[in-house]
Every structure is written in structure tokens, then in C-alpha cells.
T-cell receptor, first 114, second 116 residues
């Protein structure tokens, strides 16, 4: 039962262009959605989050969009930089649990080519 | 300010053995969660500790157990190791703060467990 899905295992973009990473979910009880970035040999690092009551959140080059009717969120990185090359995980919090338990997608490996 | 630390970095065990992994939370944090990340997958929630008690558990067998100490550090124990337990084990800490509010989780670098 995969409640959070990232259907694209990998994405390759040119430096300076836009990177769009996608995520789908099934559980309507999710109240927060987050994106984490992970480099090899390091733990996931928090990137940006969005509450389920919002449809957009922006932080510098990173913007997350939430479409609740479609149960879909996306992360836009503009402009993409070679240092953005990493594995990106979409995660969701089950609002009914109150413990902060996160449910992760499988991850998308982003490669930004110079 | 040290972030979340985990030990050891790598560990090799054989089937049937037992293992203990350790985690020290970020300063000021009182809640510790453990995740298992198999190769090519996202992290999967094992359990969470708060006030020295297991508060919530994911879909893992009783072979997985844990403990939280008064200084908020935590241990993850896995008994009767199986080949399928080979994974990266991540510890995440957070501050309980306001119940119900989203409290950001900070992850450690993980412990890579290999079961032969």
C-alpha cells in the first residue's frame, strides 16, 4: 500500500533550466507535505514544506505546488544548478496521528548537467 | 550545535545475530523517530519515542525494539537478523513543541547495516 508515490525514478535537466519533480498521494488525512534532498552518505535534509490548506509555497529557487483535488504535489527548482543533483524525496504527515510520522515516496534522482 | 548523530556508521552482521544502533538527537530536541531505508526505496517509519516511551509504531515485527534514555538519546535493537534487514537505518529528531503543529524532523547520516 504505497500512499506516497514518486513515479519518476530519475530526471536529467540542463543547468539554468527548470526541474519539476512530481509526487502523488492517496491519503486525504495528510496535513503536511515535505520535500527532502539526500546526498550519498548523508541523511535526508529538509528542503521545503506546504500545509494542506495552502496551494503554493516558495523559498528562493524552490517552489512547491499542491493540488488537493488531484492529490498531487510538485517541486519546481528554478534555475537548476549542478549542486542540486541529489535524490529528492516527497514525504507526507498523517494529520490524524499527531506524532509527526512521515510517509515517504521512493525518491527521484535529479541530475543537473553543467 | 551538533546535529543528529548516529553510531556506528557501518555494521556487518550475520543472520540470526542481534544489533544495537544508537542515536543522539539535535540539541533541544526531545523526540526520536527511526526509519529504515532499503536500497532504491524511501525511508519507512519504524517507530517513534517520546518521554522514554514508544509512541507510535510502523509495520515492523517485534524483532525491532527501541529505547529512549532520560537524555533523549535512543537505541534501535534488531534481534534474529534476516538478510532483508540489510538497509540504511535513519534516526530523526524533533521538538514536540505544540501538539498537533508540524515540528520539523532533522535526520542523522544513518547507519548502514549489512546482514550476510
Amino acid at each position: 500500500d504505497q500512499q506516497v508515490k514518486q513515479n519518476s525514478p530519475s530526471l536529467s535537466v540542463q543547468e539554468g533550466r527548470i526541474s519539476i519533480l512530481n509526487c502523488d498521494y492517496t491519503n486525504s488525512m495528510f496535513d503536511y507535505f515535505l520535500w527532502y534532498k539526500k546526498y550519498p552518505a548523508e541523511g535526508p535534509t529538509f528542503l521545503i514544506s506546504i500545509s494542506s490548506i495552502k496551494d503554493k509555497n516558495e523559498d528562493g529557487r524552490f517552489t512547491v505546488f499542491l493540488n488537493k483535488s488531484a492529490k498531487h504535489l510538485s517541486l519546481h527548482i528554478v534555475p537548476s544548478q549542478p549542486g542540486d543533483s541529489a535524490v529528492y524525496f516527497c514525504a507526507a504527515r498523517d494529520g490524524s496521528s499527531n506524532t509527526g510520522k512521515l510517509i515517504f515516496g521512493q525518491g527521484t534522482t535529479l541530475q543537473v548537467k553543467p | 550545535d551538533a546535529g543528529v548523530t548516529q553510531s556506528p556508521t557501518h555494521l556487518i552482521k550475520t543472520r540470526g545475530q542481534q544489533v544495537t544502533l544508537r542515536c543522539s538527537p539535535k540539541s533541544g530536541h526531545d523526540t526520536v523517530s527511526w526509519y529504515q531505508q532499503a536500497l532504491g526505496q524511501g525511508p519507512q517509519f519504524i517507530f517513534q519515542y517520546y518521554e522514554e516511551e514508544e509512541r507510535q509504531r510502523g509495520n515492523f515485527p517485534d524483532r525491532f525494539s527501541g529505547h529512549q534514555f532520560p537524555n533523549y538519546s535512543s537505541e534501535l535493537n534488531v534481534n534474529a537478523l534476516l538478510l532483508g534487514d540489510s538497509a540504511l537505518y535513519l534516526c530523526a529528531s524533533s521538538w514536540e513543541g505544540l501538539r498537533g503543529a508540524y515540528n520539523e524532523q532533522f535526520f542523522g547520516p544513518g547507519t548502514r547495516l549489512t546482514v550476510l
